[in-house]
T-cell receptor, first 116, second 114 residues
Framework: EADIYQTPRYLVIGTGKKITLECSQT?????MYWYQQDPGMELHLIHY???????EKGDLSSESTVSRIRTEHFPLTLESARPSHTSQYLC???????????????FGEGSRLTVL | KNQVEQSPQSLIILEGKNCTLQ??????????LRWYKQDTGRGPVSLTI?????NTKSNGRYTATLDADTKQSSLHITASQLSDSASYIC?????????????FGRGTQLTVWP
């Protein structure tokens, strides 16, 4: 069982609210990722980090932002949520020998966000 | 355009039966292919990885195959159980850059009925 945790698991908020989705891992992985997943669709990479103070945008344009101040922590923030942000957000990490091109991704259980 | 296509989109089988899920890809240059299982409301979990030189790999009741020439992979599930009900996602990695990229299929939703 992977040691990567996401909170909250479920969140329903109104338009315009600021939200932060938390992601923490206890495996000491340098590489961490945020994916967006909609029903019946493939996962889309929205942010990734290869270490502390390193963050990059992924393939899918997102209005969210991320930070990586500590190795184990990779939170995602939406400054002003909109209904179009309604989705499942999955956090993942990978070990130093792997990553997007070779290694296994360890996923959290996801945060399902609904914006009314 | 690099793509990963999975079929069928959904599948219903009876407990104890076998099934095979398909994954076709156009990702190039190819690095490896992973099958993930995603239970409802959970994150995906890796089942197996296939590299260019591997044709078949088993993990319990799961057997994955890879034909790198035709760019096809399959996941065969033997003697299905209710707990096999999940989405199975095919993920292909390229080796076209130092960072690498992952290409995700949309998954096959498997339902096992008692």
């Amino acid at each position: 069982e992977a040691d990567i945790y996401q909170t909250p698991r479920y969140l329903v908020i109104g338009t315009g609210k600021k939200i932060t989705l938390e992601c923490s891992q206890t495996m000491g992985h340098d590489k961490m990722y945020w994916y967006q997943q909609d029903p019946g669709m493939e996962l889309h990479l929205i942010h990734y980090s290869y270490g502390v103070n390193s963050t990059e945008k992924g393939d899918l344009s997102s209005e969210s932002t991320v930070s990586r101040i500590r190795t184990e922590h990779f939170p995602l923030t939406l400054e002003s949520a909109r209904p179009s942000h309604t989705s499942q957000y999955l956090c993942a990490s990978s070990d130093p020998s792997g990553g997007q091109n070779t290694g296994e991704l360890f996923f959290g259980e996801g945060s399902r966000l609904t914006v009314l | 355009k690099n793509q990963v296509e999975q079929s069928p989109q959904s599948l219903i089988i009876l407990e104890g039966k076998n099934c095979t899920l398909q994954c076709n890809y156009t990702v190039s240059p190819f690095s490896n292919l992973r099958w993930y299982k995603q239970d409802t409301g959970r994150g995906p979990v890796s089942l197996t990885i296939m590299t260019f030189s591997e044709n078949t790999k088993s993990n319990g009741r799961y057997t994955a195959t890879l034909d790198a020439d035709t760019k096809q992979s399959s996941l065969h599930i033997t003697a299905s159980q209710l707990s096999d009900s999940a989405s199975y996602i095919c993920v292909v990695s390229d080796r076209g850059s130092t960072l690498g990229r992952l290409y995700f299929g949309r998954g096959t939703q498997l339902t096992v009925w008692p």
